[in-house]
Nanobody, 115 residues
Framework: QVQLVESGGGLVQPGGSLRLSCAAS????????MGWYRQAPGKQRELVAR???????NYADSVKGRFTISRDKTRNTVYLEMNNLKPEDTAVYYC?????????WGQGTQVTVSS
């Protein structure tokens, strides 16, 4: 059974930083895509950042220059380093794995940016 477990969310002040982690088990995703999506209240889930096996990355325009995605393929883990966080980054962040839809989803971790 495939499981994706996120960690690292929380409450942070504007301008602060957080690092999200997602550990996958039950399948080897080293040759597949892993990434992060987010969903704010009343909005659709959107791509934040995604990395395929060869290191190619995609970022949402709203997070370019502030967020960095990385992977540890030996540990089947993906990270999201988030810097200079803004209130509009507040959302539930979901880990996703797989190249072919629907792929696999984690349970989500809440990120709240507020003073």
């Amino acid at each position: 059974q495939v499981q994706l477990v996120e960690s690292g969310g929380g409450l942070v002040q504007p301008g602060g930083s957080l690092r999200l982690s997602c550990a996958a088990s039950g399948r080897d995703f080293s040759t597949s895509a892993m990434g992060w999506y987010r969903q704010a209240p009343g909005k659709q889930r959107e791509l934040v950042a995604r990395m395929i096996s060869r290191g190619s990355t995609n970022y949402a325009d709203s997070v370019k220059g502030r967020f960095t995605i990385s992977r540890d393929k030996t540990r089947n883990t993906v990270y999201l380093e988030m810097n200079n966080l803004k209130p509009e980054d507040t959302a539930v962040y979901y880990c996703h794995a797989g190249l072919v839809p629907p792929g696999y989803w984690g349970q989500g971790t809440q990120v709240t940016v507020s003073s």
